[in-house]
């Protein structure tokens, strides 16, 4: 008898990586709206809204490969959480911040990235270990 957490489709591991990833994409397109200004252009909006959203769009294809592929969103969830405190911190350090203050305000974002990217690989491994089991 196939249960609620031993499916292909079910289990918090499962879905966990998937709706945060979700939750996590639509959150980060919120700060692209900072654009929208008094006194700019409708064009100048839309060329703003384009590149604040690169990530976003970036991050939400890999989610939807990363629906099949959960190594796909381990590797890339956790790699945008690399690069996000790098070129913050970067940036900071250029703009005179002290890096320990850099640093703790990146990772508020990026441990969400790094624990989404966990998730993923937790399912993965969940798979790879299931998939590998002979039956008897």
Do not use: C
């Amino acid at each position: 008898m196939k249960t609620q957490h031993d499916g292909k489709s079910g289990g918090f591991v499962h879905w966990a990586p998937r709706v945060a990833s979700i939750v996590f994409v639509l959150f980060l397109s919120i700060f692209s709206l900072d654009v929208i200004e008094p006194g700019r252009s409708i064009g100048e909006i839309a060329v703003g809204l384009l590149m604040h959203n690169i990530p976003v769009f970036i991050l939400g294809t890999l989610t939807a490969v990363a629906w099949k592929h959960g190594i796909v969103g381990g590797i890339a969830f956790i790699s945008a959480g690399v690069l996000y405190i790098a070129l913050v911190s970067v940036q900071g350090v250029r703009g005179g911040l002290d890096w320990r203050i850099v640093l703790a305000w990146s990772a508020q974002i990026a441990g969400i990235a790094f624990i989404i990217g966990g998730l993923y690989i937790a399912d993965w491994r969940r798979e790879q270990k299931k998939n590998s089991v002979l039956p008897s």
